[in-house]
């Protein structure tokens, strides 16, 4: 099944919609799918008005009437109002369809609702108000079975007849993207420590392409991201990390990096690195004094660490 705007392909099947609904005495449920006298090309300009808020009444809201289209037949209408008056909220609510008779008793309704509400779900609406006359109970399965709750039974002046009001609450599916990621360039290391994963990965390659950096690099830039932590194994490691802090920087992505720190012993290197757009370093130390160090990470590099945490902050200071 499918929501179909009203077109010129299913003129003729309207037109025996609308024949049915004369047969049947009520054409009345159609609503704003139908006008007495009003030709096909007039009611496809009317609804496209309506949908864009044009040439409305008053009492109107912005609205779309869909065709409710089944294996290519056109079996009934539904109307989504974008939003409420005092009127359709009282009375009326978001919702309304009309099947027709020929094709009732299959299931289509239910569907046709279904399909409605994921059109609000685009749309962000979050509450779902739909209506129906008491006396309806097919109409009320439709509701209840996509999730309709009754808030309460009125007997309406206008009618004279008990409406029942539903509330359907959507659960809206947001695309929820950080504002920070964490990219691992490489799992090479000049360090083994023991708790590391990236021994572990033995089957994964050890550095990613450039091409493919870049790439991920384009995909947060599309998708708003703000700050970039460059990680590993050690990422100074990476043949060509000065490249990706560029290519980051220039993409207004601030850049950052958790590093044991041994590789900025080499200031050339270092002031490389911040030139190109690195603002700001988390070294991790890995242990309180040499001996330590030794045991944690199976290397020598306390000394060549250690000693270069000033240059580090020196370089920042120094060139940004």
């Not at 299913?10 to 005495?25: F, T």
């Not at 609406?125 to 709750?149: F, P």
Request: hydrophobic share 35%; net charge positive.
């Amino acid at each position: 099944m499918k929501l179909i705007l009203p077109n010129y392909k299913y003129q003729k099947q309207y037109e025996e919609l609308i024949s049915s609904a004369l047969k049947n005495k009520d054409i009345s449920e159609m609503g704003n799918a139908y006008r007495e006298n009003e030709s096909f090309h007039h009611l496809l300009k009317r609804l496209k008005d309506r949908r864009n808020g044009k040439n409305i009444s008053n009492r109107d809201v912005p609205a779309t009437v869909y065709f409710i289209v089944e294996q290519d037949r056109l079996v009934g209408t539904i109307d989504l109002r974008h939003t409420l008056n005092e009127d359709y909220y009282s009375r009326l609510g978001h919702i309304a369809y009309y099947i027709k008779a020929e094709e009732r008793n299959k299931g289509y309704a239910t569907k046709a609702l279904s399909l409605a509400l994921k059109k609000y779900q685009k749309h962000k609406v979050h509450n779902i108000l739909i209506t129906c006359l008491k006396d309806n109970v097919a109409s009320r399965k439709v509701i209840e079975n996509n999730g309709g709750v009754l808030e309460k039974e009125f007997n309406d002046k206008i009618t004279g007849k008990i409406i029942q009001r539903f509330w359907i609450k959507i659960i809206l599916e947001e695309k929820i993207v950080p504002k920070t990621i964490w990219l691992t360039t490489n799992r090479t290391c000049n360090n083994k420590c023991d708790w590391c994963y990236v021994n572990s990965l033995k089957s994964c390659p050890k550095n990613m392409s450039l091409s493919e950096i870049y790439n991920s690099i384009d995909y947060m830039k599309k998708n708003n991201i703000k700050k970039v932590i460059l990680i590993g194994g050690e990422p100074t490691l990476y043949p060509e990390i000065d490249k990706v802090i560029k290519k980051l920087s220039i993409n207004n992505i601030k850049v950052s990096m958790a590093t044991n720190g041994r590789k900025f012993s080499d200031f050339n290197f270092s002031k490389k690195l911040v030139e190109n757009g690195l603002t700001s370093c988390n070294i991790s130390i890995k242990g309180a004094d040499e001996e330590e160090y030794i045991k944690n990470t199976h290397s020598k590099g306390f000394k060549e660490m250690y000693s270069k945490i000033r240059l580090i902050k020196n370089i920042f200071w120094r060139f940004k």
